[in-house]
């Protein structure tokens, strides 16, 4: 074959197979749009179905391990499964991967690491350094995100008992944060703590210590019949 054809050919070749890669985002995103309507419908198996159909056309694409993953997550809820929570830690990890610095990515893998160490009997120092770090990551990649502040810190103080007083007095100031970041969700996030996590103690550390933030705490208590925890 002489020197033109060949380059011609090899032009076809490219232009061809750019054309094909080129079509497999569009292709993923249809199965994507499916994952969403089988959500809707409560179809979670088949929605993760679809999902793993995109990412097989997609497989860089951090947002779509990211769905995965909840998904897993979503279809745990109320059921102890530890494979489907290994399985959603696993889909958010390639997505920490991919896309290191989103801080949604790394709450989503520290919920699923949450539960799989809440699980079990005892917990290595390793896991629980990798889990406090990829917390600390999570709020350095968005430190003024109201809901990283209040999510990361939640997420540090279910292991309170374990983690360092360092990463305890961390974990209490980016709870505080977000409440100076947003007042109008106080309640919710004196819920979390009430609620959650039982701790009436960590309240009054998360509380600025001003009369306005010590009054909407003494209401919030008082609204949940918990008047009795109140300081004297």
């Not at 079509?23 to 993923?28: E, G, M, N, S």
């Not at 919920?111 to 160490?117: D, G, H, I, N, Q």
Request: glycine share 4%; hydrophobic share 40%.
């Amino acid at each position: 074959m002489s020197r033109q054809p060949l380059i011609a050919f090899l032009i076809i070749v490219l232009f061809l197979a750019c054309g094909y890669f080129a079509v497999l985002p569009l292709a993923a995103q249809t199965y994507a749009g499916q994952a969403f309507r089988m959500e809707s419908a409560g179809k979670l198996d088949s929605a993760m179905a679809a999902h793993k159909k995109a990412l097989r056309l997609d497989p860089l694409n951090a947002r779509y391990y990211r769905e995965l993953g909840r998904l897993y997550l979503k279809k745990t809820r109320g059921v102890s499964d530890t494979g489907l929570r290994a399985s959603a830690r696993e889909a958010y990890a390639k997505a920490i991967e991919l896309s290191p610095t989103n801080s949604r990515y790394r709450l989503g893998w520290a919920e699923a690491e949450a539960l799989l160490l809440a699980d079990q009997e005892k917990v290595s120092d390793g896991e629980l350094a990798s889990y406090v770090e990829n917390l600390k990551k999570a709020v350095e990649f968005a430190p003024n995100s109201y809901y990283v502040n209040t999510t990361a810190g939640y997420y540090l103080l279910l292991f309170r008992d374990k983690i360092s007083d360092r990463d305890k007095n961390f974990a209490i100031y980016r709870m505080r944060y977000a409440l100076e970041l947003n007042p109008d969700y106080a309640n919710q996030i004196f819920s979390y703590i009430a609620n959650g996590l039982g701790d009436f103690n960590l309240l009054y550390k998360i509380t600025p210590q001003t009369p306005e933030w010590q009054m909407r705490l003494r209401d919030f208590l008082r609204n949940i019949n918990k008047w009795k925890y109140r300081r004297t």
